[in-house]
T-cell receptor, first 114, second 114 residues
Framework: DQQVKQNSPSLSVQEGRISILNCDYTNSMFDYFLWYKKYPAEGPTFLISISSIKDKNEDGRFTVFLNKSAKHLSLHIVPSQPGDSAVYFCAASETNTGFQKLVFGTGTRLLVSP | DTEVTQTPKHLVMGMTNKKSLKCEQHMGHRAMYWYKQKAKKPPELMFVYSYEKLSINESVPSRFSPECPNSSLLNLHLHALQPEDSALYLC?????????????FGPGTRLLVL
């Protein structure tokens, strides 16, 4: 049972345009969400996070939007750069369990072409 | 500094070998994690340590044995592994295990079991 889903396995965008990566979750108890970027044979690199008490968080070129009623979050990258090409994972956790267990989505491979 | 280091980067072992993976962080984090990532899959949680005590074991087979000698170090002892255990093993740390926060990942150890 995949609690966190990223339905687009890949996304291609031109340099300078907006990249929008989507993530859906089924567990309504998730209250903290993170986006990670991953290059092959490397560990995930943290990008941005959002708590369920917010609906938007922005950090430079990266903005995460959370729609709790739809159980949906998205990551916007503006403007996209070739160096952004990587696999992006969203992750969710239910912090009131006492331990932050991250549940990862299946990932979206982003390719930004010059 | 948000660095988590892991050694070795690559490991090849036979099914009768005993080996250990090492993870180190100097961020003062009190929670450390082991994840396993198979090819084209998201990372999956194996163990959580909080204040040097094992807090979560996600039903991991006993051929994987974690150890937390001190707050900066986390080991994963491997014995009698199977070829299907070949994967990227990721270590992560966070400020606390029980409150929302970012988990910072190391680069991983790529393990091949022959």
């Amino acid at each position: 049972d995949q609690q966190v889903k990223q339905n687009s396995p890949s996304l291609s965008v031109q340099e300078g345009r907006i990249s929008i990566l989507n993530c859906d979750y089924t567990n309504s108890m998730f209250d903290y969400f993170l986006w990670y970027k991953k290059y092959p044979a490397e560990g995930p690199t943290f990008l941005i996070s959002i708590s369920s008490i917010k609906d938007k968080n922005e950090d430079g070129r990266f903005t995460v939007f959370l729609n709790k009623s739809a159980k949906h979050l998205s990551l916007h990258i503006v403007p996209s750069q070739p160096g952004d090409s990587a696999v992006y994972f969203c992750a969710a956790s239910e912090t009131n369990t006492g331990f932050q267990k991250l549940v990862f989505g299946t990932g979206t491979r982003l390719l930004v072409s010059p | 500094d948000t660095e988590v280091t892991q050694t070795p980067k690559h490991l090849v072992m036979g099914m009768t070998n005993k080996k250990s993976l090492k993870c180190e962080q100097h961020m003062g984090h009190r929670a450390m994690y082991w994840y396993k990532q198979k090819a084209k899959k998201p990372p999956e949680l194996m163990f959580v340590y909080s204040y040097e005590k094992l807090s979560i074991n996600e039903s991991v087979p006993s051929r994987f044995s974690p150890e937390c000698p001190n707050s900066s170090l986390l080991n994963l002892h491997l014995h009698a592994l199977q070829p299907e255990d070949s994967a990227l093993y990721l270590c992560a740390s966070s400020q606390e295990a029980g409150s929302p926060g970012t988990q910072y990942f190391g680069p991983g150890t790529r393990l091949l079991v022959l």
